[in-house]
């Protein structure tokens, strides 16, 4: 989770909403990333998106089967469908997202009949770094202290 939350510090600093993602198989990093959404005019630039089709690329297939994926916030419905067709084993993330998380809040999309994949899920890893990185990010677009 430290690669991620370096992911997303970097993110934040480039303006985007903090959050990082790192795909890992064993002890090896296979992509990392943060938000690019501003810099690519590419709403779907989520972190965890771009972790996975980097990833995916790396090992050559469109399956992530036996490899983890940590990111810094609860994956949004369309990431928690990514991961989902990407196969990936375990996913691991931070801060909860009552607001557009799609895994442990809203649609749950692990949770539907339709879901043709569902990881083992673990969320709070790293969740205090997490969720201060995104309050400070937030309160200093807002005007306020962090």
Not at 92 to 101: M, R, T, V
Request: glycine share 12%; proline share 6%; charged share 20%.
């Amino acid at each position: 989770m430290d690669h991620a939350l370096a992911e997303a510090r970097a993110a934040g600093d480039r303006g985007e909403v903090p959050v990082g993602a790192v795909v890992v198989r064993g002890e090896e990093i296979l992509a990392r990333a943060g938000n690019r959404m501003r810099e690519l005019s590419d709403p779907t630039a989520h972190a965890e998106m771009l972790a996975i089709r980097a990833a995916c690329a790396a090992i050559g297939s469109e399956r992530l089967s036996g490899c983890d994926l940590y990111v810094t916030l609860e994956p949004c419905p369309a990431c928690a469908g990514a991961i989902a067709a990407a196969r990936v084993s375990r996913l691991y993330y931070g801060a909860a997202d009552p607001k557009s998380g799609g895994v442990a809040q809203g649609p749950r999309i692990f949770d539907h009949p339709q879901a043709h994949w569902t990881p083992e899920v673990y969320g709070g890893i790293g969740e205090d770094a997490s969720a201060a990185l995104l309050r400070a990010f937030f309160a200093a677009r807002r005007g306020f202290p962090g």
